[in-house]
């Protein structure tokens, strides 16, 4: 019964070494953007379980099992953040808290037009590697970001999710 202990203790340092390393990255390393700040605190929690894991003698599938577990927590984390990052009613709601009095319908609509949302979302794709300008085209980048969409897609077919 302990030994289940230390195996969920080992896949939390690895979750809590991900998020301490993300964060860190993050607010020392604001120019790396927040995917390569993702991607720095994933591998490190991956390398956190790994060296945590070697001290284990126990069969592969205990150690295939906290592996999954950790992978899942990461797409989880991913999304949260991904979340936090582009959804507009967090800017809404985030923007209507700066203003005091609030803001009328006309100066929302004002703030939210389309191509305003789309320049902003190119600017910050452009400005952390993400996206390549290539004469009037724009390309997807060899980025974290990249990587870790062939890695979702290739997870989506082996789990058979259907695309989006």
């Not at 969920?8 to 790396?32: F, K």
């Not at 993400?130 to 997870?155: D, K, N, P, T």
């Amino acid at each position: 019964m302990a030994t289940h202990f230390y195996w969920i203790l080992m896949v939390g340092c690895a979750c809590v070494t991900c998020i301490t390393v993300h964060v860190t990255s993050s607010r020392l390393l604001p120019h790396q953007g927040t995917y390569r700040s993702f991607a720095a605190g994933s591998v490190a929690g991956l390398a956190a379980l790994a060296a945590l894991s070697a001290t284990m003698h126990a069969s592969a599938a205990s150690h295939l099992v906290n592996l999954t577990i950790y992978l899942c927590f990461v797409y989880v984390f991913f999304h949260f953040n991904n979340m936090g990052e582009t959804a507009r009613r967090i800017r809404l709601i985030g923007e209507l808290l700066d203003e005091p009095n609030g803001l009328t319908y006309v100066e929302l609509v004002a703030r939210y037009n389309a191509r305003e949302i789309i320049d902003r979302r190119i600017d910050r794709m452009v400005g952390s590697g993400q996206l390549r300008i290539e004469g009037e085209r724009f390309v997807a980048a060899q980025s974290s970001f990249l990587m870790m969409a062939h890695c979702m897609r290739l997870l989506k077919r082996i789990l058979n999710v259907p695309p989006a």
